[in-house]
């Protein structure tokens, strides 16, 4: 690789906000923005231009979406650019009073930049000494090299899996269908999410999001160079460098401008934090309208609170193959009958959507004259692939026509037959043909530098049909999706969760940090299949563990398909239903205070559940790898998640002026700052209240069932 040489750095002239730039060797750019006084932006633009001249993720002004063709990447729209102070002799050094950074590059010496707290002097950040920015030629490769520390520590890039601090690994950002994944290892799974968020030896915390839809390699400790000394990478394939820098004292600062960068959080509808049940297993089955029909009998026979239930593709499988947007008439002979009967028992419905047709879809042929699919290069022709036991070809949502006729689509089979959301699914485009395009209105973007922008398209396609739909109905309740992939800025729009995971001890306990570290990356509406989508079914001990550890997680869905065709139900293992229950009844009992960190969320932009030491940065012990995790601001969860277990060790970290916690249920309080050994038998999730937390709690009404809305009946002090 041949690093990137400039004779020198410039500030290009104008007002003090001026932005700092340097020409290449080559003829290409570099140039330094500060868009905040925390935030700075770094970006290569090659001779040739930047193979990505559009950006998807970069929404800073509240309430604006991104234009469906893209924001330009040159855009400096709704940032404040704060005023600098400029030091020109070099090394160039520029500051707002927050952040500074000094600039390195000459004939002589490497580009290289340095970011230090112009208060203090500590170090955010600093570039590889002796090369920091490569490129190869030959195949489009691009690396940023910088310096590491031993100790710092890493988080983010959204659904990674093992211990939270990704110091030691490599791990590539793109999105994959990977069923069954191993929880503990395995990767990439089903998001592109090149942002890092680190924690410096001094206790500093730096955010780095690069912005780019082609895939990244990041190398946070594993490779090492005698002639370079400790580093860190970020390799991306033939896209472009484009990175913005966000700093702060707490992971919370970082956190909440790394999200408003991208556009915020959508505000779901409430009802969408209820419980919910899917399976493949019930609408595949030939007789899936009566079997879903005594589904709702059983739910009410059992007493399990349920808010939404999500179709699984069944409803348009023939055999083992899918057509989205069909219904399949032999298994449901009478769609909007059982769709009135689930609104009839309190439940919101969700239709599972894949953007693939296979090539006997009956809306194929039209569709392939249309031009509405993803096609080759060379022919023009769609591009066919192995989807779901045949060939299919997917959608392009870069082409008008292929986003209309989704959206009517969508209308007309899902949301008229009286289902309420669309469920965006297998959405990796994970296309293999070297010269498959999508067609970028215009400005064709090769396939491997826009697979994650079709899973975000795809979504808000999902997502403005279904508010449109709603406005037309008089509906004013905040829409509600699901995607399973996508990249930064799918939270605009959808619910995510970890996707197809496997039954197993391992997956419930990694599940867990797999969350945390979404939320860490900014992806706030998160969760897992309860109970494990594949593999063996869970014994009534793992069942338990498993919904009582997912019960306060922003999304509880019970999803499962089994070989054996067994479904994942609450009452699937007698020994245990009532226990069962109560974790459910807790998350309806929990349900006010679960709202507020939704809303707060939304609002402040700071995850709904968090690792402990995202609100106690101040704690070390906080950083040492465990299976707790706090719901806002105020309680903090220790789910079992070892078999046999009926004691839970949980650290519960130091508060100020000797403030003490108190078990949620019973009221004890424990000394923080300190390791105990609590009471866990097998109908208990241990659940520890900070003092000063002030908890609303509801009930549900008189002879019904617990629901979302149900009143505020009391307030838990501590």
Request: aromatic share 10%; charged share 25%; net charge negative.
């Amino acid at each position: 690789m041949t690093p990137l040489k400039t004779a020198g750095w410039q500030m290009s002239p104008g007002a003090a906000d001026a932005d700092a730039r340097a020409i290449l060797d080559d003829g290409g750019e570099l140039r330094l923005v500060f868009l905040s006084p925390t935030m700075a932006r770094f970006s290569w633009r090659p001779a040739q231009g930047f193979r990505e001249p559009r950006t998807w993720a970069i929404s800073p002004v509240p309430g604006r979406d991104v234009p469906w063709d893209g924001r330009e990447r040159d855009s400096l729209d709704g940032f404040e650019r704060p005023a600098l102070a400029c030091h020109e002799q070099a090394p160039l050094q520029l500051s707002t009073g927050r952040l500074a950074v000094r600039l390195q590059g000459s004939a002589h010496r490497p580009i290289g930049l340095e970011w230090v707290d112009p208060r203090t002097g500590r170090l955010y950040q600093s570039d590889r000494a002796t090369s920091a920015y490569l490129a190869e030629t030959r195949t489009g490769l691009l690396r940023h090299c910088v310096a590491r520390h031993p100790e710092e520590r890493y988080f983010g890039l959204g659904d990674k899996t093992g211990p939270l601090d990704l110091h030691g690994r490599r791990l590539r950002c793109m999105g994959q269908d990977s069923l069954g994944y191993d929880a503990r290892t395995g990767d990439p799974l089903y998001k592109h999410w090149p942002f890092v968020l680190t924690r410096t030896v001094d206790g500093l915390w730096t955010g780095v999001y690069y912005d780019t839809l082609a895939a990244c390699t990041f190398d946070l400790g594993c490779e090492h160079d005698n002639y370079h000394g400790f580093f860190r990478t970020v390799e991306i394939d033939d896209g472009d460098l484009d990175y913005t820098i966000m700093v702060g004292e707490t992971p919370a600062e970082v956190v909440a401008q790394f999200v408003r960068l991208i556009g915020g959080t959508h505000l779901p509808p409430r009802w969408s934090l209820g419980y919910a049940q899917t399976a493949m297993g019930l609408p595949d089955a030939p007789d899936a309208q009566q079997r879903l029909d005594a589904f709702i009998d059983q739910c009410a026979e059992h007493r399990i609170p349920i808010s939404a239930f999500h179709y699984g593709s069944g409803y348009s499988s023939r055999g083992k193959r899918r057509y989205v947007f069909t219904w399949n008439r032999s298994k449901f002979p009478d769609p909007r009958a059982i769709n009135a009967k689930f609104h009839a028992a309190g439940m919101r419905l969700v239709a599972n959507l894949k953007p693939c047709l296979l090539d006997d879809h009956p809306a194929y042929e039209s569709l392939a004259r249309e031009g509405a699919f993803i096609l080759h290069r060379g022919s023009g022709e769609p591009v066919l692939e192995p989807f779901w036991d045949g060939q299919g070809s997917h959608l392009d949502f870069t082409r008008d026509q292929a986003v209309a006729w989704w959206q009517r689509q969508l209308k007309e089979q899902i949301l008229d037959q009286g289902i309420d959301v669309g469920w965006n699914d297998n959405n990796e485009y994970a296309i293999q043909a070297e010269d498959a395009y999508s067609a970028g209105w215009g400005r064709p973007i090769p396939m491997h530098r826009s697979r994650p922008l079709h899973s975000l398209l795809m979504t808000r396609a999902t997502f403005d049909a279904q508010r449109d739909h709603a406005r037309a109905q008089g509906d004013d309740q905040p829409v509600y999706t699901v995607t399973r992939a996508g990249p930064p800025g799918l939270q605009r729009y959808a619910q995510t969760w970890s996707g197809d995971n496997s039954t197993s001890w391992k997956t419930l306990k990694w599940n867990i940090r797999t969350g945390l570290q979404m939320s860490l990356s900014g992806m706030f509406n998160i969760g897992h299949d309860v109970g494990g989508f594949c593999g063996p079914v869970p014994d009534p001990e793992l069942l338990l563990r498993w919904v009582q550890a997912c019960s306060l997680n922003p999304r509880m869905v019970m999803n499962s398909w089994k070989t054996n065709g067994v479904t994942n139900l609450p009452w699937m293992h007698p020994e245990v239903e009532d226990a069962v229950r109560d974790a459910i009844n807790l998350r309806y009992r929990l349900m006010p205070y679960l709202w507020q960190c939704v809303e707060q969320a939304c609002r402040d932009d700071v995850p709904i559940i968090r690792p402990t030491f995202f609100n106690f940065p101040g704690d070390d012990r906080c950083f040492e790898d465990s299976d707790d995790f706090m719901l806002g601001d105020w309680l903090l969860i220790a789910p079992v998640v070892e078999e046999g277990r009926v004691r839970r060790r949980v650290y519960l970290p130091v508060l100020p002026e000797g403030g003490r916690w108190f078990a949620l249920d019973t009221g004890e309080g424990f000394e923080s700052g300190r390791c105990h050994e609590v009471e866990a038998p097998l109908e208990r999730l241990p659940i520890f209240a900070r003092q000063g937390a002030r908890i609303p709690v509801s009930s549900p009404r008189p002879g019904k069932l617990a629901a979302h809305d149900d009143p505020v009946s009391d307030v838990l002090t501590f």
